[in-house]
């Protein structure tokens, strides 16, 4: 049974920072691509972050463009987000979610690409 558990979410003042970890159980994690997204209340799940197997290729929205940073560690079956700068925008349950890929080097932002979702973590911005 593959699960995917968040952490590291919680309150920051806005400008604060906040690094959420995805721990992968039931699945190689090495043979996932990996990436996070977030919903808001009222708002539909976007694409935040993503990182390929490899951990050579990463893309992210343009949103949290060089504020986020997302980063994977295959032999623990790990992958971090590390958010700096944080705005009140950025209130949300950010999700950890991993797909089933042969490609080495390529990271997925559609949402329905992905094969397996975390339960998520709420991350809070104050003004």
């Known amino acids: 049974q593959v699960q995917l558990v968040e952490s590291g979410g919680g309150v920051v003042q806005a400008g604060g920072s906040l690094r959420l970890s995805c721990a992968a159980s039931g699945l190689t994690l090495s043979s996932s691509a990996m990436a996070w997204f977030r919903q808001a209340p009222g708002k539909e799940r976007e694409f935040v972050a993503g990182i390929s197997r490899s951990g050579g290729n990463t893309g992210y929205s343009d949103s949290v463009m060089n504020r986020f940073t997302i980063t994977r560690d295959n032999a623990k079956n790990m992958v971090d987000l590390q958010m700096n700068a944080l705005k009140p925008e950025d209130t949300a349950n950010y999700y950890c979610?991993?797909?089933?890929?042969?490609?080495?080097?390529?990271?997925?932002?559609?949402?329905?690409?992905?094969?397996?979702w975390g339960q998520g973590t709420q991350v809070t911005v104050s003004s």
């Open positions: 979610a991993a797909k089933r890929t042969h490609w080495t080097n390529t990271y997925h932002y559609e949402l329905n690409e992905y094969d397996y």
